[in-house]
């Protein structure tokens, strides 16, 4: 079993309804001229398993003798050290794939996330040497120091606040996604980042499912 700590839209907001609408679990919900149903559904399985979110904090499994409610007592000790924020977003680019990525300053963001890894680092269990060895091609040298670290390479001065539209597409697909989603934009150019998300694997490949979202303090930072 694994835990996540994510950023999920609250129910009901434009963008949790965009990306209820964007990753629909019906087979052809999504059907654009030019992409194939199948391909479609390929493009967003990864993303549909993992659920609408950014990611605070990597998936990790708790350690030995961790119990859930440690878990739930350190992320609500930091969820109020923080206050909500409002994030413009834009379409980007990120690692091969398209996500929506903060379009100012996202510091704040940055601040939570660090907060978070070095508030949970302590619940972590460590990460097996073969799952280490599976992750490692193609890290540079501060990457695997990080991975080494925290058991994720993709934290503190690595950390990238986005949101995964698709798995890479080809040139051509990945036009067709932008020219979509560019259309939607209303529903998807700001995200009220007020609380933290925990969500589970509760087996190995299974969806990622939320279980608690716990708010951040209420006043919005500047």
Same mark, same amino acid.
């Given at each position: 079993?694994?835990?996540?700590?994510?950023?999920?839209?609250?129910?009901?907001?434009?963008?949790?309804?965009?990306?209820?609408? $964007?990753?629909?679990?019906?087979?052809?919900? !999504?059907?654009?001229? &030019? !992409?194939?149903?199948?391909?479609? /559904?390929?493009?967003?399985?990864?993303?549909?398993?993992?659920? $609408?979110?950014?990611?605070?904090?990597?998936?990790?499994?708790?350690?030995?003798?961790?119990?859930?409610? @440690?878990?739930?007592?350190?992320?609500?000790?930091?969820?109020?050290?923080?206050?909500?924020?409002?994030?413009?977003?834009?379409? @980007?680019?990120?690692?091969?794939?398209?996500?929506?990525?903060? &379009?100012?300053?996202?510091?704040?963001?940055?601040?939570?996330?660090?907060?978070?890894?070095?508030?949970?680092?302590?619940?972590?269990?460590?990460?097996?040497?073969?799952?280490?060895?599976?992750?490692? #091609?193609?890290? #540079?040298?501060?990457?695997?120091?990080?991975?080494? /670290?925290? &058991?994720?390479?993709?934290?503190? #001065?690595?950390?990238?606040?986005?949101?995964?539209?698709?798995?890479?597409?080809?040139?051509?697909?990945? /036009?067709?996604?932008?020219?979509?989603?560019? /259309?939607?934009?209303?529903? $998807?150019?700001?995200? $009220?980042?007020?609380?933290?998300?925990?969500?589970?694997?509760?087996?190995? &490949?299974?969806?990622?499912?939320?279980?608690?979202?716990?708010?951040?303090?209420?006043?919005?930072?500047?």
């Amino acid at each position: 079993m694994r835990y996540a700590i994510y950023y999920c839209p609250a129910a009901g907001s434009s963008l949790a309804e965009f990306g209820r609408a $964007w990753l629909a679990q019906a087979p052809h919900a !999504i059907d654009l001229p &030019g !992409i194939q149903s199948g391909r479609m /559904q390929a493009l967003l399985a990864n993303v549909r398993r993992y659920g $609408w979110h950014a990611t605070i904090r990597a998936p990790f499994a708790l350690d030995t003798g961790v119990a859930y409610e @440690d878990l739930r007592g350190v992320v609500m000790a930091t969820a109020q050290r923080f206050p909500a924020v409002t994030l413009p977003l834009q379409l @980007d680019r990120l690692a091969g794939f398209l996500a929506l990525r903060p &379009g100012s300053d996202s510091a704040a963001i940055d601040q939570l996330a660090a907060a978070c890894l070095h508030a949970l680092e302590p619940l972590r269990a460590p990460l097996a040497e073969a799952a280490f060895c599976r992750h490692v #091609d193609g890290f #540079d040298a501060v990457e695997l120091g990080l991975m080494e /670290q925290y &058991g994720y390479p993709y934290v503190l #001065d690595r950390y990238r606040f986005h949101m995964s539209l698709s798995a890479p597409a080809t040139e051509p697909e990945e /036009q067709i996604l932008r020219d979509e989603l560019t /259309q939607h934009a209303s529903t $998807w150019s700001t995200a $009220w980042v007020d609380a933290l998300s925990i969500c589970q694997e509760a087996v190995p &490949g299974a969806d990622f499912k939320q279980i608690e979202r716990i708010p951040l303090r209420a006043e919005r930072a500047a």
